[in-house]
């Protein structure tokens, strides 16, 4: 089992910046894959960007350029670091872990609120 929690969400000026944290605990070292992911009311949740065990990165195409992802392996957390916020990027962000052998397990942090005004 892995346990998932995020803080760091808040409220936020539209330009403004915020990071997101992901403290990991339990099986941490079946991780395979972190990401965040995140849904805005009334819409899916999407993936925002991915994180590997051996640090490649991936992002939607609507973060790039502005969010970063970021793992610290010897304190077991994630991070997104978001910048250049859009009211568009309100939703609540969620942590995500890939686990065990071949992914065969996924877990899911409780989730944080960012709202970004205009």
């Known amino acids: 089992q892995v346990q998932l929690v995020e803080s760091g969400g808040g409220l936020v000026q539209g330009g403004g910046s915020l990071r997101l944290s992901c403290a990991a605990s339990?099986?941490?070292?079946?991780?395979?894959?972190m990401s965040w992911y995140r849904q805005a009311p009334g819409k899916q949740r999407e993936l925002v960007a991915t994180i590997t065990e051996g640090g490649s990165t991936n992002y939607a195409d609507s973060v790039k350029g502005r969010f970063t992802i970021s793992r610290d392996y010897a304190k077991n957390m994630m991070y997104l670091q978001m910048t250049a916020l859009k009211p568009e990027d309100t939703a609540v962000y969620y942590c995500y872990a890939v686990a065990g052998l071949g992914s065969k397990y996924d877990f899911w942090g409780q989730g944080t609120q960012v709202t970004v005004s205009s």
């Open positions: 339990g099986s941490i070292f079946s991780i395979n894959a």
